[in-house]
C-alpha cells in the first residue's frame, strides 16, 4: 500500500472528526454575502469545525472562475462550467479535513486555490463543485532560529514569511518569482523559481510538509517519504497542502546583483554558459531579451537601460564577487551602473507590469534543456514572424543544465477576434517549443494539448498515490490525467494532445500560407 513509510497523523490536531457529531449553528454572515438557500450551502453549514467562511452570493463566486490565464472568455464559458458551487475560505487545517470528509462523502469536487496567480487554469473549475480557498490560511506557525526553519500554513505569502524571517536574521533560501503567491500554490504548480540555479528545487528546501486528504486523515511527509516528490506539482490531485515547513538560511552580507548587456544574443547565452560553469558559483543567472529590455526602459520616465541582449546576475559573498570581476576582466567586459542592476534585480517579483504595454500577455512557460536554447528561441522567433507578432523572452538558469524559459508576446483581450487568434497562436508557439524538447511547466487547464509531454514514469506514480490518498477522485476533478468540462470527457476532446497535436501540426507543416492566414484573418 502507497501509505506505508509515511506519517498518518489522524483526523486532527486539537479535535477527532466524528460524522456522527450533531451539527453546530450555521456560520454566520453579513447582508452583502446574499446566502444562498442551496443545498450544498446547507450540507457545508452543518459541519462542525468553525473558523471559515462560505461564500456563495454569484457575485463572489464569479471571482473565482479564473486566474491569471489569458484564454477569450466564451472559449472558457463554452467549454467549461467555471463558476463553483460554492467557495469554503478555511483559517484551519481541521476547517479543510473537514470539507474534504465532506466532499468525500457526497463525491463533490474539490478545487483547492491559494492565491489564483498561476496562468494554466489548475485552481479554476471545469464543471463546478467547490473552490477550497487557503488564502486565509495564513499563519507562520513557528520560526525556529537554531535549526534555521520556518514552519508555515499553506496560504501564507512569500513575501511575508521573507519579512518574518528578517527579525531572526533569516531568510528564504528560493522563492517564486511572485512572492504574492502562497506556499502550498508553489508546492502544487511545481517550485522552480528565483535562486533555482544554486539552490535547487523547492522540494529540496523543504523538511516536512502536511496533506489533509479525503481519507480523512493528515498525512506528514518527509523527503525520505514514498510520495514526497509526487506532492510538488500533483496540481491538487492527491489533497490539501495545509503545513509546510522551509530550510531558511542567514542573511548574506555581501549581496550584489549585475547587469551585462551585450550586442548579440549568442555573446550573451554563450557567457551565461560560461558563468554557470565557472568557479564563481552565482546564487542565480537571468537572461532578458532586447524586446523585454526596451519595455523596460518603457516603464521608466526615460530610457536607462543600453539596448541589447541582458544578463542579471546575482552574487553573494566576498570570494565570489571577486571571481566574478576576474571573470569579467578576462572577458573584457564591463557591468553597467550598479542603481540598474539592483533595480532590475527587485524587479524580478513584478514581472507583469509590462502588460500595460498589451494590455495582456500571452505566451508560454516552458522547461527545457540549456543545450537547445539558442536554436529554440531562434525558432520560436522565426514563427512569431510569420504570425506577425514580436516575441520577449526571460530565461532563468537551472541546475542540471536546464532552463526555464518565458516567451511572451502582448495581446489586447478587448478586441475579441485578435485575442481568439492570438490564443491560437500560443498554441502554435507551444507546439513548436515542445517538439524542440521542452516541457511544459504545469499543466491546469490551457497545457493539457502538451501533457504527453510529461514524464510517464511520474504520472504512473502520481495516479499510484491519488487511489491510495484520494479514492473517491473528488480532487481537481477533469484535469491534468484527463480534462473534461460541461460535457464531460467530450468537453476536453478538443485539448487532447492526439487531437490538438495533429491539428496544431498539420498548422505548422502547411506554414508559411496558413501562417499568413492566421495573422491576418
Do not use: C
Not at 504545469?442 to 514524464?455: H, K, M, P, T, V
Amino acid at each position: 500500500m502507497f501509505l506505508r513509510g509515511m506519517h498518518v497523523v489522524g483526523a486532527g490536531v486539537d479535535r477527532a472528526i466524528d460524522a456522527d457529531t450533531p451539527p453546530s449553528h450555521p456560520t454566520s454572515f453579513s447582508a452583502k454575502d446574499e446566502v444562498s438557500n442551496n443545498t450544498l450551502y446547507q450540507g457545508l453549514q452543518r459541519l462542525t469545525v468553525g473558523s471559515m467562511r462560505i461564500a456563495s452570493s454569484p457575485g463572489e463566486l464569479m471571482l473565482y472562475a479564473r486566474d491569471q490565464s489569458e484564454i477569450p472568455r466564451f472559449l472558457r464559458e463554452l467549454m467549461f462550467s467555471s463558476v463553483p458551487e460554492a467557495v469554503v475560505q478555511a483559517e484551519t487545517p481541521e476547517v479543510v479535513l473537514e470539507v474534504l470528509r465532506f466532499a468525500s462523502s457526497t463525491g463533490l469536487n474539490v478545487i483547492p486555490r491559494g492565491s489564483g496567480s498561476s496562468p494554466f487554469g489548475g485552481s479554476v473549475p471545469v464543471n463546478g463543485g467547490l473552490v477550497l480557498d487557503l488564502s486565509r490560511m495564513d499563519k507562520i506557525v513557528k520560526i525556529d532560529g537554531d535549526a534555521k526553519t520556518v514552519t508555515v500554513q499553506a496560504g501564507a505569502r512569500w513575501f511575508e514569511i521573507d519579512h518574518a524571517l528578517e527579525a531572526h536574521g533569516l531568510s528564504l533560501i528560493t522563492s517564486p518569482s511572485s512572492k504574492f503567491s502562497t506556499v502550498g500554490g508553489w508546492v502544487a504548480t511545481g517550485g522552480v523559481g528565483i535562486n533555482s540555479f544554486s539552490r535547487g528545487h523547492l522540494s529540496g528546501n523543504v523538511v516536512s510538509l502536511e496533506l489533509a486528504t479525503p481519507r480523512g486523515e493528515f498525512v506528514r511527509f518527509t523527503p525520505s517519504d514514498p510520495g514526497f516528490m509526487q506532492v510538488f506539482g500533483s496540481e491538487g490531485q492527491l489533497g490539501v497542502v495545509t503545513t509546510v515547513t522551509l530550510k531558511a538560511m542567514k542573511i548574506s552580507t555581501h549581496q550584489h546583483p549585475h547587469l551585462l548587456v551585450f550586442d548579440d544574443r549568442a555573446s550573451a547565452l554563450k557567457f551565461a554558459e560560461e558563468l554557470a560553469s565557472s568557479k564563481v558559483s552565482p546564487v542565480h543567472i537571468i537572461f532578458e531579451s532586447s524586446v523585454r529590455v526596451e519595455l523596460t526602459n518603457r516603464l521608466l520616465d526615460k530610457p536607462r537601460v543600453k539596448p541589447g541582449e541582458a544578463l542579471i546576475v546575482y552574487i553573494e559573498g566576498e570570494e565570489s564577487e571577486t571571481a566574478f570581476d576576474d571573470l569579467l576582466k578576462g572577458a573584457g567586459l564591463t557591468g553597467e551602473p550598479e542603481y540598474l542592476a539592483r533595480y532590475l534585480w527587485n524587479e524580478r517579483f513584478f514581472p507583469m507590469k509590462i502588460r500595460k504595454f498589451g494590455p495582456g500577455m500571452m505566451g508560454l512557460e516552458v522547461i527545457m534543456p540549456r543545450k537547445i536554447l539558442p536554436a529554440a528561441m531562434l525558432e520560436f522567433e522565426r514563427l512569431s514572424s510569420s504570425l506577425e507578432l514580436e516575441p520577449l523572452f526571460e530565461v532563468h538558469y537551472l541546475p542540471d543544465g536546464q532552463a526555464m524559459v518565458l516567451g511572451f508576446f502582448m495581446t489586447d483581450q478587448g478586441n475579441t477576434i485578435r485575442y481568439t487568434l492570438d490564443s491560437f497562436k500560443s498554441f502554435l508557439l507551444n507546439k513548436k517549443m515542445i517538439d524542440l524538447g521542452a516541457k511544459p511547466y504545469s499543466i491546469g487547464i490551457w497545457n493539457y494539448a502538451f501533457s504527453n509531454a510529461e514524464d510517464r514514469g511520474r504520472k504512473d506514480e502520481l495516479r499510484k498515490l491519488k487511489s491510495s490518498l484520494d479514492p473517491r477522485g473528488i480532487m481537481n476533478q477533469g484535469k491534468y490525467f484527463h480534462l473534461s468540462g460541461r460535457m464531460g470527457r467530450l468537453s476536453g476532446l478538443i485539448m487532447h494532445p492526439s487531437l490538438m497535436g495533429s491539428l496544431l501540426r498539420a498548422v505548422l507543416m502547411l506554414s508559411p500560407i496558413t501562417m499568413r492566414l492566421i495573422s491576418r484573418a
